[in-house]
């Protein structure tokens, strides 16, 4: 078993709806990142979580330390929000999951 | 400046040529870090340099060989590499480590022939 789970692994959606992606795991953690890829590579770290809830912009990161649970959710999606969405969790170490693609049609 | 820079962006190399890779950042961070990424898979780290040591080798085959010659510099040297290490390498660094927020650079491209 994957010690971080993240679901959908795909996910189309047609502009301006509600997303959430999520992101579960198993090992003790002291912090939680959700990163964004887009297609070329180039990584961008959207948030890093401890606890409770973040927001940025159109995005929100919430975090569940006891159910082991985090969901990343975008308002209002936009085509330029496809990329892949990554949570990664850290502790001594960083353990990526396995990524969400996000398409969203114009 | 909140970048992380990396070059080059593409490199093509033969399997008995040597290379390398370049990553820099100019935020004072101490912590910085080189992960591989195959296609459709997430980053796999390599090696963490933690002020200016290594800290971390992820059980890398010697073919790849870090240098952290200051703080704000790291490289990664490859030699006699295979074609199935070609991905995508990725640079990133940390203020110190831990649970830091990572600063990733835009990667470079491998194709080994």
């Known amino acids: 078993k994957n010690e971080v789970e993240q679901s959908p692994q795909n996910l189309t959606a047609q502009e301006g709806e509600f997303?959430?992606?999520?992101?579960?795991?198993?090992?003790?953690?002291?912090?939680?990142?959700?990163l964004q890829q887009h297609p070329g590579g180039g990584i961008v770290s959207l948030f890093m979580l401890s606890s409770g809830k973040k927001k940025h912009g159109r995005l929100i990161a919430t975090i569940n330390i006891q159910e082991k649970h985090s969901s990343l959710h975008i308002t209002a999606s936009h085509p330029r929000d496809s990329a892949v969405y990554i949570c990664?969790?850290?502790?001594?170490?960083?353990?990526?999951?396995?990524?969400?693609?996000?398409?969203?049609?114009? | 400046d909140?970048?992380?820079?990396?070059?080059?962006k593409h490199l093509v190399m033969?399997?008995?040529?040597?290379?390398?890779?370049?990553?820099?950042?100019?935020?004072?961070?101490?912590?910085?870090?080189?992960?591989?990424?195959?296609?459709?898979?997430p980053p796999e780290l390599m090696f963490v340099y933690s002020y200016e040591k290594l800290s971390i080798n992820e059980s890398v085959p010697s073919r790849?060989?870090?240098?952290?010659?200051?703080?704000?510099?790291?490289?990664?040297?490859?030699?006699?590499?295979?074609?199935?290490?070609?991905?995508?390498?990725?640079?990133?660094?940390?203020?110190?480590?831990?649970?830091?927020?990572?600063?990733?650079?835009?990667?470079?491209?491998?194709?080994?022939?």
């Open chain 2, 64 to 113: 790849f060989s870090p240098e952290c010659p200051n703080s704000s510099l790291l490289n990664l040297h490859l030699h006699a590499l295979q074609p199935e290490d070609s991905a995508l390498y990725l640079c990133a660094s940390t203020l110190a480590g831990g649970t830091d927020t990572q600063y990733f650079g835009p990667g470079t491209r491998l194709t080994v022939l």
């Open chain 1, 88 to 106: 990664a969790v850290m502790d001594d170490k960083i353990i990526f999951g396995k990524g969400t693609r996000l398409h969203i049609l114009p």
């Open chain 1, 19 to 34: 997303i959430t992606i999520n992101c579960s795991y198993s090992v003790g953690i002291s912090a939680l990142h959700w």
């Open chain 2, 2 to 8: 909140t970048e992380v820079t990396q070059t080059p």
């Open chain 2, 14 to 41: 033969g399997m008995t040529n040597k290379k390398s890779l370049k990553c820099e950042q100019h935020m004072g961070h101490r912590a910085m870090y080189w992960y591989k990424q195959k296609a459709k898979k």
